[in-house]
């Protein structure tokens, strides 16, 4: 600090509250700042400034416990440092946070606080006078000798310390020419104080009294380094002197003593470090690694950007589970009935579930096989992990990989990355803090790629069970044991799963759930856990079971039961605020009718009122108060009204989502014989347009179809449009071959086709009719929507088997295995029909 310089600081000074340490003018500190106070100070200040001024803060000494420390403000410290920001340093890692250099200038007061929020602003004092510093170190009488005796024992205490460190040449160098006045200040910052004596020093704003505080502490250090060269010849250690230096000067936060270093190195937090990598339980060649990075550590100054890495990555060793892990407490007949009691229906899976679970229970070290559950979403996929690591009794962690697309998101950046992370699995074992958790990879056919490279790859190692035991993150760079890990997948579908990784999996099917099964899962789970999570009881909210299929059929369409979920805590929202308000309302109101909406004019009454008991008798949801509350309902059949003109036919599709219905409709006018297809079609199944119309084509006599004019070849003349709603989503695949022939074969023969019928299956150019995928969920899906016959490939005859009797018992099958078969049952009176009366047949359903 010059004397030429005359700084004037503003008098409006942010203030930064720090529990770290007390700033002195003319010293250099290093603060990590992490609370929301002053991380918005250094947000909006320190990084959106330009000028030198914008730099200048206050740093204030707060003397509340961390621990305690709230959004209050807490009273203020009167006197602190102004001080220059020169580095700001943000990282994510271990929590958002900031590390600043700041440069103490001078003292201030603070006068009174102008603001608080979002970080404090005061009014300020300067108390240090910069500019009447004497040139060249003379001071007048008894303050002259003090500052001559202090100078005399700094010059005495540099002396002895080592010069190889930075600082203490540096302090060498410019001890003859700083002013004497800025002596104290700058050799308590250096020396070992604690944060109480160099919070004295601070509240020291006359500079007598200041020398008169310094001096002692000085003088300790000199009588303390002596001992320490005492002790040295005893037991050399050259280390100890550098830092003991190096750690009072660059970080004054801690607090050291002369005892403490000389004897006792529990205290010592780089031992403590040492200690705890010993004791981590790691494989030797993580040892290795660590008491290197240690070694490092301890040569290393802590201004050093690297310091931090290092001690992070240390850190992060230390703390992960190398050898901790929870016992296993597997009862097979206990584990199903909790499987049971968390889940209705879903018993394909659950049996797998537990012979899987019987296995590892025989033999404990099973390289098992990694299961993956596939089904539409809000089966259930989740909450079964949940189950197993229950039932298991061991740790749960949910991996999200939906949208991640880069590698280093499993793997981990290498170190010499700024900002570098472990990868998501060594952060979850850091988390659950044992060896042996159960980790559910959620969302696995969501991964992307990217040019980061492609974290499907970074998979394979993690779920190979010959490789994962040597598992190694690129931060850690050493490898982690991974085969005490369950891994559990979850997947909308296989087929964006990368093959490889797919290969290394037991793909086990959850299929969508029928009506019936969403009923008992909404009164079993659903309900109850919604009423608990509002804070209401079956006695005061009851939902029928009558009212529970009007929401899955009219509110919902899906395979799994997570809108269901959500209109059920709709209907509790509701009924939440009746019974709050019935609360304040009178009782003779309490009966009144539920979802009829009370009158206003009561509830004005009410207010008054000081009866506080709610109603007693339960608000049960009927029909009308459904309407109330849901509106009116969303989905219709809508089936009825789209069968009406000849050229339109059902089909049944398969999505991520579940089954789904889908209509296709064809429409014809004159032309060059022109396909116009659209509604968003994959390539697959625009070939399985072509397929149709060729056949159709080649047996146009035998079923007597014509173009508009009456001619034998459907297509002279004419152009043919087919179109698949809903237009906006992509479809493809070669199951709708024997919906697409039958919706032309209606279009050119001007029949309608059955209203209450669906059709799946593939077709080849000879007229056969091949099997295809997801039959239960088409097959609920077409149940679903009311439909009576159902025609499948012949070769699909063994998955009606997986189908729910009550529901087979209501649909009737229809087996084909040629195109011949599928039109004959999809046409009233067969194809073609032996006497054709056209626009006569109505549509039924
Ligand atoms: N058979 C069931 N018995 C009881 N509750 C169920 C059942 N199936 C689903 N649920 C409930 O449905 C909700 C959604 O389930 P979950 O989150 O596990 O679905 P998911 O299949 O994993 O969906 P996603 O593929 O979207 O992740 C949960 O609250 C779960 O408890």
Known sequence: MSSSGGIQIPSRLPLLLTHEGVLLPGS???????????????????????SLKSTMIGVIPNTKDPEHDSDELPSLHSIGTAGLAVQVVGSNWPKPHYTLLITGLCRFRVSHLLRERPF??????????????????????????????????????????????????????????????????????????????????????????????????????IEGLKLLQKTRKLRPDDDKRVLAMRKGGVFPGRQFSLEEDAEDEDGDDMAMLERKVKEAGMPEPALRVCLKELKRLKKMPQSMPEYALTRNYLELMVELPWSKSTTDCLDIRAARVLLDNDHYALEKLKRRVLEYLA??????????????????????????????????????????????????????????????????????????????PVFLLDEVDKLGKSLQGDPAAALLEVLDPEQNHSFTDHYLN?????????????????????PALLDRMEVLQVPGYTQEEKVEIAHRHLIPHQLEQHGLTPQQLQIPQDTTQEIISKYTREAGVRSLERKIGAICRAVAVKVAEGHKLSRTDSSSEPGAGNNSEQEGKAEDSDMTAPPEMPIVIDQVALKDILGPQ???????????????????????????????????MEGEGQLTLTGQLGDVMKESAHLAITWLRSNAKTYQLTNIAGCADPLEGNDIHLHFPAGAVTKDGPSAGVTIVTCLASLFSGRLVRSDVAMTGEITLRGLVLPVGGIKDKVLAAHRAGLKRI????????DLEEIPSHIRAELDFVTASTLDEVLNAAFDGGFPAATVTHSQIASKL
Request: net charge positive.
């Open 28 to 50: 250099t500190t290093r603060f990590s700042v992490d609370s929301a106070r002053n991380m918005q100070l250094v947000k909006s200040r320190l990084l959106k400034g330009t």
């Open 120 to 221: 404090p602003v005061a009014m300020v004092e300067q108390l240090d006078r910069l500019e009447q510093y004497t040139e060249g170190g003379q001071l007048d009488g008894e303050l002259g000798e003090l500052s001559q005796r202090f100078y005399q024992a700094a010059v005495q205490l540099v002396g002895m310390l080592d010069m190889s460190v930075p600082v203490v040449a540096k302090l060498r160098r410019l001890l003859d020419s700083l002013p004497r006045e800025t002596l104290p200040d700058v050799l308590a910052s250096m020396i070992r104080t604690s944060n109480l004596e160099k919070l004295q020093v601070l509240d020291a704003v006359d500079l007598e009294e200041r020398f008169k505080k310094t001096l002692p502490m000085l003088t300790r250090q």
């Open 359 to 436: 296995v590892r229970q025989l033999k404990s070290a099973l390289k098992g096989p990694i299961l993956c559950f596939v089904g539409p979403p809000g089966v259930g996929k989740t909450s079964v992990g949940r189950s197993i690591a229950r039932t298991l009794g061991r740790e749960f962690h949910r991996i999200a990989l939906g949208g991640v697309c880069d590698q280093s998101d499993i793997r981990g950046h290498r170190r010499t990355y700024v900002g570098s992370m472990p990868g998501r699995i060594i952060n979850g074992l850091k988390m659950v803090g044992v060896n042996n």
């Open 478 to 498: 050493v490898a982690f044991d991974l085969s005490q890990v369950l891994f559990i997948a979850t997947a909308n579908t296989t087929a964006t799963i990368p």
């Open 634 to 668: 969303i989905f219709e059949m809508e089936v009825r009204n789209r069968l009406t003109l000849p050229g339109v036919a059902i089909g049944l599709a398969w999505t991520p989502l579940g089954g789904e219905i889908m209509f296709v409709e064809a429409s014809r």
């Open 791 to 798: 025609i499948l490939p012949k070769r699909n005859e063994k």
